[in-house]
Nanobody
Framework: QVTLVESGGGLVRAGDSLRLSCTAS????????LGWFRQAPGKEREFVAT????????NYSDSTKGRFTVSRDNVKNTLYLQMNSLKPEDTAVYYC??????????????WGRGTQVTVSS
């Protein structure tokens, strides 16, 4: 079992930056493929970014590529999402997930409860 806790969300203005963190406890964090996903009001949950176990492979959605950076610290058992040049359309609840493959949401068995990011125009 893996427990994931997100933090770092908040209310910011368009163009600002935020850094989300996701701290894990339980099974070996370093073995897991990790991901960030988000869900806006009235919309389905969508892929944001993923990172493999040794940080050599990252993947981003088209809407976040070039603005967001995913990273991990396997010593601290923490996943990060640096979000720059935020836009109002980035407003969503952001979730971290572990143990999946690629960008397929249904393949991730472990999820955090999410952290709210709100970007005002």
């Amino acid at each position: 079992q893996v427990t994931l806790v997100e933090s770092g969300g908040g209310l910011v203005r368009a163009g600002d930056s935020l850094r989300l963190s996701c701290t894990a406890s339980g099974r070996a964090f370093a073995d897991f493929h990790l991901g960030w996903f988000r869900q806006a009001p009235g919309k389905e949950r969508e892929f944001v970014a993923t990172i493999n176990y040794n940080s050599r492979i990252t993947n981003y959605s088209d809407s976040t590529k070039g603005r967001f950076t995913v990273s991990r610290d396997n010593v601290k058992n923490t996943l990060y999402l640096q979000m720059n040049s935020l836009k109002p359309e980035d407003t969503a609840v952001y979730y971290c997930a572990a143990g999946g493959q690629g960008t397929a949401i249904h393949l991730y068995p472990y999820w955090g409860r999410g952290t709210q990011v709100t970007v005002s125009s």
